[in-house]
């Protein structure tokens, strides 16, 4: 906000999670500064990111990866490591494995204890050892129980926010986000009134997003706009994708059109070319 009112710029906070009392205060200060806010967030309480930056502290790999692997390697290194909170056995029970090398594949959908478990090896030497052995190219996904359905619905709802995926397919075992969010953000906005509820979700998936990163002629329908469309069917969309099955998409969708070209119809892609292009803010 501060950055903001000295600026004089719109302020977007990305990846923008946690509850109530935490963010409205901020809201509250930045309207009464005349400081416009919005942010981005997708409905989880699960966040996915690689396991080195959720197990390794910014120090630790502030020279980069290979002086990172070096410290790995490093007894004394390891040992404050493992010391740390970080490495406790809750927090490692707590990391699910969503991509590795493919050597590592069978541990893809394991939370690291669960992994370490069947290799018989304390659940922290494991970790560090997996991170030396793939290269630090490993992923993971991290639940954060204080967030609450009742937090994730008081941030979507709000008209600060745009839909936000951040979706990583990269893996045997991705966040289910990539496949779901943006079916699971309608539910939202079309529980209480589908009359008024296509509306809210126009704005929040669409308008709102092209607004705040001024795409131009994005975002609504309009004469001179890109016609770019998404048609829902009558009976709805519906996301399938859990952290089970992460890789089931949503359904619902009978047609999208990119720049007046038809390039999906009744759940399949059509052979249509590629008419999007790369939108430079």
Known sequence: MSVG?????????????????DVEASFDAADA???EISYDMYPYQKASTILAALLLAGDVQSLGPMKTLSR?????????LLASDRFTE???ANLVLGYLPDEFSEFAGLSVT???????QPAGEWALDLLIRSDLQVGAHLN????????????????????GSDGIYLGQHPHPRGYGAFARLAKYYL??????????LARHLSTKAADVYNLGKRGRLAPGMAADMCVIA???IADHATYEAPSQQATGILLVIVNGTPVWRDGKPLATGSPGQVINC
């Open 5 to 21: 009112r000295v600026a004089g710029v719109r302020v977007h906070a990305s990846h923008l999670w946690g509850p109530p009392s």
């Open 191 to 200: 529980a209480d009134s589908s009359d008024i509820g296509y509306q809210r």
């Open 33 to 35: 500064a005349g400081v």
């Open 234 to 236: 009558p009976s709805g």
């Open 114 to 120: 669960q992994a370490a478990a069947r290799c018989a």
């Open 72 to 80: 790995l390697r490093d007894s004394r290194e390891r040992s404050s």
């Open 144 to 163: 954060r129980p204080s967030l609450t359905d009742d937090d994730l619905t008081w941030l979507v709802l709000d008209d600060r926010h745009c839909a």
């Open 90 to 92: 809750r927090a490692l």
